[in-house]
């Protein structure tokens, strides 16, 4: 109501409506369904909406508009929130693993919960990318950097697949379990536990890490072939997923 022309009541309510519902304000406040500028001009009594295009002729005009709604609604700039949401994400994906759609949403769901404002998908998602990494670079640390050369030797060994007639890697063999209710098969079970003991299965301390981390790696190792596993790179990565895999199979042994 304190607005002077027509079309400066309608861009501010545009202004309103947009930030309520987005949570950001649209560099073009007119770039909004024709419907929605119609339901405006009707609720504010205003009988010519096509009027509202003036309402960018100025660029001063929407960004003081944009300031007093941001005051009024008590809402927050993303660069007053920023630091803090980084360290979210951060905890979040060292936690959860979860993929970045999952995480994105969170995070847009952290802001509106906080009343600030959304900053550009792509800054989003850059925030997102770097937290997820560094949430990866400290998983591979806290599962590869225990490890002596001889236990990352042997551990990376498994994936090897001998020459002759039963090319199969050692991996392989230790995953199968066994499937006898017999005493032959007690033994062949103690047997495939002491392998696995004997490879760190019961010492690997997986504690630092959330279990949840753990597990996801882990049924990675179950799953996949050894050529496969054999070429993923970096080697810390290829290390942490054998580190898992051997405790978890430790696990399901005992």
């Not at 504010?44 to 509202?52: A, T």
């Not at 959860?96 to 995480?103: F, L, R, W, Y």
């Not at 009343?115 to 806290?142: C, H, I, K």
């Not at 019961?202 to 990675?220: F, G």
Request: aromatic share 6%; hydrophobic share 45%; with cysteine.
């Amino acid at each position: 109501a304190g607005r002077r022309r027509d079309y400066n009541r309608l861009g501010f309510a545009l202004q309103v409506v947009t930030v309520r519902r987005l949570g950001m304000f649209l560099a073009d406040p007119l770039d909004v369904p024709a419907e929605l500028i119609d339901y405006l001009a009707e609720q504010l009594g205003i009988e010519d909406s096509s009027c509202v295009k003036q309402y960018t002729e100025r660029d001063k005009t929407k960004l003081e508009h944009a300031w007093e709604i941001q005051r009024e609604y008590g809402l927050s700039s993303y660069s007053e929130v920023e630091a803090e949401l980084a360290v979210w994400v951060a905890d979040q994906a060292w936690v959860s693993g979860d993929g970045p759609k999952a995480m994105f949403a969170g995070a847009v769901d952290w802001l509106r919960k906080r009343q600030a404002l959304l900053p550009g998908p792509r800054t989003l998602e850059r925030l997102v990318t770097d937290g997820r990494q560094a949430a990866d670079q400290r998983l591979w640390s806290a599962l590869t950097d225990p490890l002596t050369t001889q236990s990352a030797s042997a551990l990376l060994a498994l994936l090897d697949v001998p020459e002759g007639k039963r090319r199969v890697s050692e991996l392989e063999r230790l995953r199968r379990g066994v499937f006898r209710a017999s005493s032959k098969g007690m033994v062949t079970a103690l047997d495939r536990l002491a392998d696995l003991i004997a490879l760190g299965g019961h010492s690997l301390d997986v504690s630092m890490v959330p279990q949840r981390r753990v597990i996801v790696l882990a049924t990675y190792g179950l799953s996949s072939k050894a050529p496969a596993l054999r070429r993923l790179e970096p080697r810390r990565n290829r290390l942490a997923v054998m580190v898992a895999t051997v405790k978890v199979l430790s696990g399901r042994a005992t």
